[in-house]
């Protein structure tokens, strides 16, 4: 589960765990002060971050870019969700390492372990 505040609006998503690169996720808006009260009263550990959207070559999709606060500072990761598993994706140079199998990077991880302490 994951609640966020984005600008004036707030949003909780439910996610599954993944089978391979394939998992579902819905997303539903939320009032902004029941954000607040889930994030200050049922959150443990928080992951700080901005996210930025970049379009990608591929018509439609979008590169999502996490720059990461406090303890996870200085980590930077990129992402894209694809329409399916077999979508091919021209990756742009700006990319570093790949982290997607790696569970250290995922955000339940990074709460719990902080980029910082590794």
């Known amino acids: 589960m ?3 505040i984005v600008g004036g609006e707030a949003f909780i998503t439910l996610k599954d765990r993944a089978i391979g690169l394939v998992r579902h ?4 808006p939320i009032p902004v002060g029941d ?6 009263t049922m959150c443990g550990n928080l992951v700080d971050k901005n996210r ?9 999709l979008f ?18 969700e694809l329409p399916d598993e077999n979508t ?6 700006w ?22 302490e590794w």
Do not use: C, M
């Not at 954000?35 to 200050?40: C, N, R, S, V």
């Not at 590169?63 to 894209?80: Q, R, S, Y």
């Open 52 to 60: 930025y959207r970049i379009p990608a070559k591929e018509a439609g």
């Open 2 to 4: 994951r609640v966020r």
């Open 95 to 116: 990319i570093g390492l790949e982290v997607t199998n790696d569970h250290r990077y995922k955000n339940n991880n990074l709460a719990v372990h902080p980029f910082s």
């Open 25 to 28: 996720e819905f997303e539903y």
């Open 63 to 80: 590169w999502e870019v996490d720059e990461f606060f406090g303890d996870n500072a200085p980590l930077v990761t990129a992402e894209i």
């Open 88 to 93: 091919v994706v021209q990756l742009p140079d």
């Open 35 to 40: 954000a607040e009260t889930i994030l200050d």
